[in-house]
Structure formats: structure tokens, C-alpha cells
């Protein structure tokens, strides 16, 4: 197994996108703990990977409170002895048109999507430099990369690319890799629940957005989280790694004509 014997903290792991990432990295070998808000999450995501035969930890915090990230790297650390690998993974959004967004909703995403993966690095990262290995890395999405009715959420997912450049680039003579892994439109719970049925079978087979036609998996993201935490990538620092079924490969103009 790739990460075996590995340490790894993946925040939002309880649900969606990060509870697939906590499973991908338990099957390669790596010892982990999740963090979500509420312990009903967290439990029943242990359940679900116990019964699945993984073996995880749980920590019940908020990653937007500075003294919840102390005790939950401490926690890992306190447990394990080392934290090798750090999944950046916890978000929000909220949104609204830009000349309506107000000074909280700004702020409060910001904090959350950018603040908070910042403090949670700087934490991880000071016990990684000690042991001269370690692996940070942060899920953004496609929408920093362009407009996409959300002014705060694509800021505050683009400040984490060039984050993650500065991580990789002070870093790197430490032992410390630190990777973006940007994922498209990806179907998840919160995904389903804001669809109708339609919706979601059409998204599923013929979204036409999209050159794949479809919406992603949680297990094709978290796959490649698998990856770049693993030494098969033990070269790549500083970069990003999207997985968006080729949305950004496709200005989707020509397409537009034809149609």
C-alpha cells in the first residue's frame, strides 16, 4: 500500500468529498483521523469505515477556531507521534451577486476556505519540518479560476493556489511538499440535495458543460489525493492537479455556435 504506516489529518472528512478522501487514504495503508463539526458526522462516518473494515480516528472541532486547530494537530500528533500528511479539505460557501454581498458573507468565507487551511498548514507544518517529511494538501476548485456567481468563494479559492506555491516554495528544503488538487463540478450529497431528480440524472450522463458529460466522483478526486500524498509523486511540490472531467481544458464557444 502506497501510504503505508502514514499519518494523515483530512478536515470535512465526516461528509462528501473528504469522507471519500479518509477512505481512499485508510485502504492505502495510512492511519487516519478525520475532523468535523459535530460528533453525530464524525461518528457515523467511524462506523461507516469500520464496517467497511478501515480503522480511523475522529476529532470533533471547528478548523475557522484557532484553538480547535492547535488541538486537533496536537490531538493527531499526541496519538501517532508524527502527522505526515494534512488534507486541507473543510469549506463553505455563500454566496450572493457582488454588488449585494455583504462585508460577513466576504469575510466568513474567506476565513474559512483560506484563513483557516493557512493556520491548519502552519500547524501541521511545524511538526512535519522537525521529522523532514510531510505532505499539505489543500482542495480548491475550479471556480478560482473563473466567475462563477460566487465573488467570495473564488477569491478565497484562489488565494489557496498561490498559498500553496508559497508553502511549496519555503518549504521545500525542509522535506515539506504542499499540493492543490482542484476538483469540477463533483456529485455529493449537498450536490443531490440542491437538485431535482432531473436535474441530477441529467448532470449524471449528459452534462453538456462538461467534455466528460458528466459529474465527477468523490472517489476519482480523492484518488489523486491518494497520489500526490504518496511518493509516486515525491517530485511534485508548488503545483496543481485538477480534476474537472475537462471543463477548463474547454472554452465551450465553438461548442456554443454548433448548438
Not at 4 to 29: W, Y
Not at 135 to 162: C, E, R, T
Not at 192 to 204: C, H, K, Q, V
Request: with cysteine; net charge negative.
Amino acid at each position: 500500500m502506497k501510504l503505508d504506516g502514514r499519518t494523515a489529518l483530512v478536515t470535512g472528512g465526516s461528509r462528501g468529498i473528504g469522507k471519500a478522501i479518509a477512505h481512499r487514504l485508510a485502504r492505502e495503508g495510512a492511519h487516519v483521523t478525520i475532523v468535523g463539526r459535530t460528533a453525530s458526522s464524525v461518528e457515523a462516518t467511524l462506523a461507516e469505515m469500520s464496517a467497511g473494515g478501515l480503522s480511523c480516528a475522529g476529532v470533533v472541532g471547528d478548523v475557522t477556531e484557532p484553538s480547535d486547530i492547535e488541538r486537533i494537530v496536537d490531538t493527531v500528533v499526541a496519538q501517532h507521534g508524527t502527522i505526515d500528511i494534512l488534507c486541507n479539505n473543510a469549506a463553505a460557501a455563500d454566496s450572493a451577486p457582488f454588488l449585494e454581498m455583504t462585508r460577513d458573507q466576504w469575510e466568513r468565507i474567506l476565513h474559512t476556505n483560506l484563513t483557516s487551511p493557512f493556520l491548519m498548514a502552519q500547524a501541521a507544518a511545524r511538526h512535519m519540518v522537525g521529522q523532514r517529511r510531510g505532505v499539505i494538501v489543500n482542495i480548491s476548485s475550479i471556480s478560482a479560476h473563473g466567475a462563477d456567481s460566487m465573488p467570495n468563494y473564488s477569491a478565497a479559492k484562489a488565494g489557496l493556489h498561490s498559498l500553496t506555491r508559497d508553502i511549496a516554495t519555503e518549504l521545500a528544503p525542509l522535506g515539506v511538499r504542499c499540493v492543490t488538487v482542484t476538483p469540477g463540478w463533483v456529485e455529493t450529497e449537498l450536490v443531490a440535495e440542491s437538485m431535482t431528480p432531473e436535474m441530477l440524472e441529467t448532470l449524471r450522463h449528459n452534462f453538456q458543460r462538461v467534455p466528460m458529460k458528466r459529474l465527477l466522483h468523490v472517489e476519482e478526486v480523492a484518488g489523486i489525493v491518494a497520489m500526490v500524498a504518496s511518493d509516486d509523486a515525491s517530485g511534485v511540490t508548488g503545483s496543481e492537479v485538477v480534476v474537472d472531467g475537462g471543463t477548463l481544458a474547454d472554452l465551450h464557444v465553438n461548442a456554443t455556435f454548433r448548438s
